[in-house]
């Protein structure tokens, strides 16, 4: 089983999507027993969408940008 760590790396780098089944249904499993990660994974999604309904309004290197701080400052040990 992942741990919040793994799970919010997971979904935060896009390796999520990109893993194999046992990774999916891992992160899945773990999104459905834990409260705080499955929030987590909701506000990215509404977050995407946020950026996805904004279309052309930011440049797509701007957009990568602050994604791949994002995932930097997730990706940090505390």
Request: with cysteine; glycine share 6%; hydrophobic share 40%.
């Amino acid at each position: 089983m992942l741990n919040c760590s793994q799970v919010t790396r997971s979904i935060a780098s896009d390796g999520y999507r990109t893993g194999g089944f046992l990774h999916r249904l891992s992160v899945r499993m773990h999104l459905a027993m834990c409260r705080h990660c499955s929030r987590y994974f909701r506000q990215l999604r509404a977050l995407g969408n946020v950026f996805r309904e904004m279309g052309d309004a930011f440049p797509i290197s701007d957009v990568l940008a602050a994604r791949d701080r994002l995932v930097a400052r997730i990706s940090r040990k505390p």
